[in-house]
């Protein structure tokens, strides 16, 4: 089995910055496109970054120039670096991703990290 586990969350007052981390772990053949998600109480679930397995990136206009998606396919890694973090980027974080495993590519996700932005 596949599991993703986020880490790095927590109280940061705005302005500041926090870097996200998501481990695979498992019989993992290869790491296709993997994203970060995230998820206000009362808000939908909203994508904001994607990167592939060469590297390209996307960004939702609400963080673009702010974080940064990446990722270290060796450690089975996938990174979201926030800087100038606003209030209104306070949400549960969480990775996702296609991920092959067993010979199939199924699509895996995270129990996500808490990010509160607060002075």
């Known amino acids: 089995q596949v599991q993703l586990v986020e880490s790095g969350g927590g109280l940061v007052q705005p302005g500041g910055s926090l870097r996200l981390s998501c481990a695979a772990s498992?019989?993992?053949?290869?790491?296709?496109?993997m994203y970060w998600y995230r998820q206000a109480p009362g808000k939908k679930r909203e994508l904001i970054a994607s990167i592939s397995d060469g590297g390209k990136t996307h960004y939702a206009d609400s963080v673009k120039g702010r974080f940064t998606i990446s990722r270290d396919n060796a450690k089975r890694m996938v990174y979201l670096q926030m800087d100038n973090l606003k209030p209104e980027d306070a949400a549960v974080y969480s990775c996702d991703g296609n991920i092959g495993w067993n010979g199939v590519v199924h699509n895996y996700w995270g129990q996500g990290t808490q990010v509160t932005v607060s002075s």
């Open positions: 498992g019989s993992i053949s290869s790491m296709y496109t």
